[in-house]
């Protein structure tokens, strides 16, 4: 299934995204759906915060090159999972950085228990950012899911938001199979104008209202950028993609 997506190359490189801010992306995966698995494109993020020290969210994989790179950087502080289905390269990135504290998004050290998967949580996350990246990264818990529930971000240095599956924007020139195109396309996650996919919306029925206190944070932080862990992110307009991509709100 890793074959119908063509991945986001270089990988395993850091790419800076703006005012100490970078991505790297790593290789295609597959997530079990039901009877299938479908394939996603993963992309990591990387903040020098003030004092100097990492912040890494939803990690990829940990190729040499890549750790050279952020090592490079600086001294890796934070390791933080987005949301319970974003921690499998968590416990490689901790190894080699056993100084990190490794926070823990809801639902998450349950998640990683019922795979077999062992991390090392030190922290949970909540909707206060904590002292140790207060003013430079803000954050909320996007609630509302019967499935999972995101802590989204906001790096007020470059006007950042950090999404994980609250937004995909699958390119539809990166998908090999036209089926799987006219997939995203009816789920609502093709490119450009990508959101969270129909299944996921669906899993806020009954619990829709818990969803339009975060949502307030997040237009309220007036991001210029959004960086998306699948697909194409969005370098302008983050306001205005807010405003479209979450009109189910």
């Not at 997040?218 to 979450?246: N, Q, T, Y």
Request: hydrophobic share 50%; proline share 8%.
């Amino acid at each position: 299934m890793t074959g119908l997506l063509e991945p986001y190359r270089p990988l395993h490189v850091l790419k800076p995204f703006g005012p100490g801010i970078w991505i790297a992306d790593g290789g295609v995966i597959s997530m079990r759906y039901g009877p299938t698995a479908l394939p996603f494109t993963t992309r990591m993020v990387v903040i020098r915060l003030p004092g100097g020290g990492l912040w890494l969210w939803s990690p990829v994989e940990a190729a040499p090159g890549l750790v050279a790179e952020v090592s490079a950087l600086g001294e890796v502080a934070y390791i933080v999972s987005p949301n319970a289905i974003h921690y499998a390269h968590i416990p490689a990135w901790a190894a080699l950085f056993p100084a990190a504290r490794v926070w823990a998004s809801p639902g998450v050290r349950e998640r990683a228990a019922s795979q077999g998967i062992e991390v090392d949580f030190t922290d949970d996350l909540g909707d206060a950012a904590p002292p140790d990246w207060a003013g430079a990264i803000d954050q909320v818990v996007f609630r509302g899911s019967q499935l999972i529930e995101e802590v989204v971000f906001f790096h007020r240095g470059s006007r950042t938001l950090v999404l994980a599956d609250l937004i995909e924007n699958f390119a539809p020139e990166r998908v090999r199979s036209p089926l799987f195109r006219r997939l995203l396309r009816v789920s609502g996650a093709l490119a450009p104008r990508g959101r969270l996919p129909l299944d996921l919306r669906l899993s806020y029925l009954g619990r829709h209202a818990r969803a339009p206190r975060a949502l307030a944070v997040m237009k309220a932080w007036a991001p210029e950028h959004i960086v998306v862990a699948h697909g194409d992110c969005f370098e302008s307009g983050g306001v205005a993609e807010l405003e479209r991509a979450f009109a189910w709100v």
